[in-house]
């Protein structure tokens, strides 16, 4: 094993292990929001986040999406190149906002946000991109400990001015005060980002980067966009079809299927930049077996964790939420999906192929748009969590597709990718007809616990003695 890919896995186990903990202190405080907010509220903050994260991808560019392919073409100047990108992005979201500002009435009423609200998004939006250019770029060096820490006091600044604001307002104002505190934080990390990238990289603009981020990045602007929309476009077209509260129901139970999310997410990220490592050297052996393992495991955690998650979840939540408990499984296996097809994208944007990114994606999303007009209005808000499923199986297949046709060396092992798929997609569907029988539920978690264990004691065991030898000492 070389120094480089021991130092990933480190920064990788450990950057996962500390994000899905530090994130997990969303779930963890449910319950506190859950009684001081109403599923209106929920819903409130649900509409708010959601155009949020579709409005960042224009705010952004997409920059942090090319920014790993960057730091190879771009070695000796990265730094140069990230102040670059960020200065020329803060000028762009400067003249985005004051053309939008005189029609902020106008866009109010289109998004049901608040006018004080919507200027509140915007500061977000501008501050976001400095503090996600840095994120990506710490990742790409593996410095897990600043990224880590970076996003534990988002987290943590959140929670604390949410709640200082929740009970300094009145009941009426309680999901606005949720939503400022919330973007306080982004603001504050924002400002620090901008100045550490600054300090790094001068503040300049140069033809070079911004040119080389137009080619890359602005093809993959309508596949944000339309990621955007497969993730949150389900929530927007519940408040309009649907109801408000069922909007809050499907929000908090969307955050608590995403804590599985995070996990996927977080190991995708660690994986990133080690799988680069590995295509620079044409190591296609080494990135297959690492696939196929890394696959099994996040598909035997998705089962597990569809098994465990209604007691978990009313653990969390007060007995008003507990509907959005079925949410949890279709959810879930989309997290799985979308795991699957990152492994295909890092190809598309490691060989500079972005345009097919956002064909994709754009057919994604028109046909989840058009399932959930079909039947949302009919089944109700239920229905978007199989809509979005859908979806994304859907841009799998696409990618895998796309995948075949521009690289023609084999990296991943296409039979075992679709049977991990298909064998985890059949038990959760199975899960869903004994999701009410507890005792059902928990014989299978300790019969794929203890197979799982059995097949992997050797690796167990040399962990188990590993840590047994530095207790004794």
């Known amino acids: 094993m070389t120094g480089n890919t021991k130092e990933a896995i480190k920064a990788g186990t450990w950057y996962t292990i500390s994000n899905v903990a530090i994130k997990s202190i969303g779930i963890i405080t449910a319950p506190i929001f859950t009684r001081l907010l109403t599923t209106d509220d929920y819903g409130q903050v649900t509409n708010f986040t959601s155009w949020q994260a579709i409005l960042f991808v224009i705010f952004g560019l997409c ?87 970076i996003t534990f006091s988002s987290i943590l600044g959140s929670i604390l001015f949410s709640l200082f604001f929740i009970y300094l307002t009145n009941k009426e104002y309680r999901a606005d005060a949720r939503i400022i505190g919330g973007i306080i934080p982004i603001m504050i990390l924002g400002t620090y980002c901008f100045f ?28 944000g966009l339309a990621m955007m929309a497969l993730a949150q476009i389900g929530r927007i077209m519940i408040v309009k079809y649907d109801c408000m509260s069922n909007a809050g129901l499907f929000g908090i139970g969307e955050s608590f299927a995403t804590i599985f999310f995070l996990l996927t997410l977080s190991i995708q990220n660690a994986w990133q930049p080690w799988f680069f490592d590995k295509m620079k050297t044409q190591n296609h052996r080494e990135i297959r077996l690492g696939t196929n393992k890394l696959t099994s495991y996040i598909a035997i955690g998705t089962i597990l964790y569809i098994l465990v998650a209604p007691e978990a ?44 990114i956002p064909i994709a994606t754009i ?28 979806s994304y199986l859907f841009l799998f297949i696409f990618h895998w597709i796309v995948y075949k046709k521009i690289y023609k060396k084999q990296v991943f092992d296409g039979k075992i990718l679709f049977l991990q798929l298909f064998i985890c997609s059949c038990f959760i569907l199975f899960i869903l007809l004994i999701y009410e029988n507890i005792t059902l539920r928990y014989i299978l978690v300790a019969i794929i616990t203890g197979i799982t264990c059995y097949i992997n004691k050797k690796s167990l065991s040399a962990i188990i003695k590993k840590y047994t030898k530095r207790f004794v000492r």
């Open 196 to 223: 550490s990238i600054i300090r790094k990289g001068a503040f300049t603009i140069k033809k070079e980067y911004f040119s080389y981020m137009f080619k890359y990045a602005l093809p993959i602007i309508p596949h």
């Open 363 to 390: 057919l994604c999303a028109i046909v989840n748009i058009i399932l959930n007009l079909i039947f949302l209005p009919q089944y109700g808000y239920m229905v978007t969590a199989y809509t979005a499923l859908v």
């Open 313 to 356: 979840f009313k653990l969390f939540t007060n007995s008003p939420f507990w509907d959005a408990i079925w949410l949890i499984p279709p959810i879930a296996l989309a997290s799985f999906y979308k795991f699957l097809y990152g492994y295909f994208i890092n190809i598309e944007l490691y060989l500079k192929k972005t345009l097919y």
């Open 63 to 149: 920059a942090d999406y090319v920014t790993g392919r960057a730091k190879i073409d771009f070695e000796n100047t990265f730094n140069q190149y990230l102040s670059s990108i960020q200065s020329f992005i803060l000028i762009f979201d400067i003249v985005l906002f004051v053309v939008l500002v005189p029609f902020y009435q106008q866009i109010s009423i289109l998004l049901e946000i608040d006018p004080i609200l919507l200027f509140a998004m915007c500061g977000a939006l501008i501050f976001s991109t400095p503090l996600n250019l840095f994120q990506t770029k710490l990742r790409f060096e593996y410095k897990y400990k600043e990224n880590v820490f």
